[in-house]
């Protein structure tokens, strides 16, 4: 079965532009999380989107977005983007929402600011 | 608050020696605790999880972890490591309510031949 996969790997933007960031969960999967993880730290909490509904959000300013389709595939939206957000975005898939069900993640896309 | 603090940034051990990654968390409640391992540009992959039960859990590729409530941790460990185990080791809490989990900084394992 296939993993969690998302679309670019890699991706150079300028400040003030904005980047959509796709995921697609593993099959079955309904949940879909995203994480920004900055160079040398842990990965941070964006958003959870579960059946389709914002579920939980990290504290991430509102040029963050998101939402999940029908089929629970998941798009990360930013806008006006900053220097600081230069990160590894990652998205994690699992088959329910709670916290003791194990996220499956995906490689990750790599966004750099210039 | 959610916590999850990794005390040792780099570790390096030999090839064959054992191995001990810390893990300390705070959570008010029974916590979920999770280890991923992350090699160089790639996502996360899960190496075991404690949900209640049995405080030590075994997991893929021979790690094993020990959940001590009275001290707050969750230390990974493995009898005999091998060069393939150079990566960055991460600890998690999981939430009560949604998959929002803690992840602490990271271990950067280095393995000397």
């Known amino acids: 079965d296939a993993g969690v996969t998302q679309s670019p790997t890699h991706l150079i933007k300028t400040r003030g532009q904005h980047v959509t960031l796709r995921c697609s969960p593993i099959s079955g999967h309904k949940s879909v999380s995203w994480y920004q993880q900055v160079l040398g730290q842990g990965p941070q909490f964006i958003f959870q989107?579960?059946?389709?509904?914002?579920?939980g959000r990290g504290n991430f300013p509102d040029r963050f977005s998101a939402r999940q389709f029908p089929n629970y595939s998941s798009e990360l939206n930013v806008n006006a983007l900053l220097l600081g957000d230069s990160a590894l975005y990652l998205c994690a898939s699992s088959s329910d929402r709670g916290g003791n069900q194990p996220q499956h993640f995906g490689d990750g896309t790599r966004l750099s600011i210039l | 608050a959610q916590s999850v603090t990794q005390p040792d940034i780099h570790i390096t051990v030999s090839e064959g020696a054992s191995l001990e990654l810390r893990c300390n968390y705070s959570?008010?409640?029974?916590?979920?605790l999770f280890w991923y391992v992350q090699s160089p540009g790639q996502g996360l992959q899960l190496l075991l999880k404690?949900?209640?039960?049995?405080?030590l859990v075994q997991g893929i590729k021979g790690f094993e972890a020990e959940f001590k409530r009275s001290q707050s941790s969750f230390n990974l460990r493995k009898p005999s490591v091998h060069w393939s185990d150079a990566a960055e080791y991460f600890c998690?809490?999981?939430?009560?309510?949604?998959?929002?989990?803690?992840f602490g900084s990271g271990t950067k394992l280095n393995v000397k031949p």
């Open positions: 998690a809490v999981g939430g009560n309510n949604f998959n929002k989990f803690y």
């Open positions: 989107y579960y059946e389709k509904e914002e579920r």
């Open positions: 959570y008010g409640a029974t916590p979920y």
């Open positions: 404690y949900f209640s039960g049995d405080t």
